[in-house]
């Protein structure tokens, strides 16, 4: 395959599954194919037991400068309804995900950024969210998940003027996590998602739907609870002073 051809680069390393955003042409812009194919490579992943967290990053010194603008010219409705859906399927992925931030963050790609968990940027990196500039009704899902990440007086500033904003900015209002220097990014993202794969899944996987709003689940968390050995097994490590082996694994979310 020719290595600059727009594509979704996956691997799996001892629990840690990463997804690469690669169209180096165009600023690791997303292509209709990429689109297309990242919520199945999604549903993949989510049934891979072996997998605990998720990490999505671009190729080289750029995270995604968004949709691929020729996209636009053919159906922008389509295109934008293949970017929440996109969106959608990140955002429901049954791990933990975190974006590794460098370079543009911006367009779709803060879509894809903002539908993780946890963002991790490097300094220099920049974000933007951009229909302003095109003329495009931001989807309600997307605005809804961007202001809850950052309030409405900084989401409606992104959304009206497309400006792009800097790290500071970004951790500072929470579109981000952690800021690291330059060339810190890939090792603290690797131990941080290490400590990851170390945790109790069924504490993960409960949080972040509580976390999401979801008031649906309670008795299926409390029975899970019941039927798991995670707590017992935690407290055993805890008075024994070694690391814990978990064994709950979480089942795509329904």
């Not at 990463?18 to 297309?36: G, Q």
């Not at 049934?47 to 995270?63: K, W």
């Not at 309804?81 to 790609?109: I, N, Q, S």
Request: aromatic share 6%; net charge neutral; charged share 25%.
């Amino acid at each position: 395959m020719d290595r600059t051809e727009p594509r979704l680069i996956t691997s799996v390393e001892r629990g840690v599954a990463t997804v690469v955003i690669s169209n180096p042409a165009k600023r690791n812009a997303m292509t209709t194919a990429m689109w297309r194919s990242l919520p199945e490579l999604l549903e993949g992943l989510a049934a891979d037991p072996e997998v605990r967290v998720l990490v999505l990053t671009g190729a080289g010194d750029t995270f995604c400068a968004g949709a691929d603008i020729s996209t636009l010219r053919e159906s922008a409705a389509t295109a934008q309804g293949l970017a929440v859906e996109t969106e959608e399927a990140l955002a429901a992925f049954p791990r933990p995900t975190v974006a590794a931030v460098r370079g543009y963050c911006v367009g779709g790609g803060g879509q894809l950024a903002a539908a993780c968990d946890l963002r991790f940027a490097e300094e220099g990196a920049s974000f933007g969210v951009t229909p302003a500039k095109l003329g495009i009704v931001y989807a309600a899902s997307s605005t809804r998940r961007l202001v809850a990440l950052v309030g409405p007086g900084t989401a409606k500033h992104l959304l009206f003027s497309g400006e792009l904003i800097d790290t500071e900015r970004a951790l500072r209002t929470g579109l981000v996590d952690e800021v690291l220097p330059p060339g810190g990014l890939d090792k603290r993202v690797e131990e941080y998602v290490r400590v990851l794969a170390s945790r109790s899944q069924l504490t993960q996987a409960s949080a972040k739907e509580f976390a999401a709003g979801r008031t649906d689940r309670d008795a299926h968390w409390a029975a899970e609870a019941r039927g798991s050995t995670d707590t017992a097994e935690g407290v055993a490590a805890f008075l024994e002073r070694r690391a814990p082996r978990f064994t709950y694994t979480t089942a795509p979310t329904r």
